[in-house]
């Protein structure tokens, strides 16, 4: 089981802002005792959006079963400011 919330991962960016990739939804899988339970993750790239942007799903399997979450930003990524990208400029060029 997972719950919704749950931080898996983030994003940083070449101006340092920060945002987690987290749960939208809570979810569960049923298995048996021994039955391996996968998870892989599509994350789409991110360089400015809002807190609540979904950004890809994690998927679980088990067996023939499968779930999936979609996750989404804990917090917005705004853009650099004039400061930063006066003194990057080849940085923005290279993303």
């Not at 979904?54 to 917090?75: E, I, K, W, Y």
Request: aromatic share 8%.
């Amino acid at each position: 089981m997972i719950t919704a919330g749950v931080i898996l991962g983030g994003f940083e960016t070449a101006w340092e802002t920060t945002a987690g990739i987290m749960t939208e939804e809570s979810a569960s899988i049923l298995t048996w005792s021994d039955t391996p339970v996968t998870a892989t993750a599509s994350i789409e790239p991110v360089t400015v959006a809002d807190k609540g942007d979904q950004v890809g799903t994690v998927t679980f399997t088990a067996g023939a079963r499968t779930v999936s979450v979609p996750l989404a930003l804990d917090a917005s990524i705004a853009g650099p400011d004039g400061n930063w990208r006066f003194w990057n400029p080849g940085a923005l060029l290279a993303n």
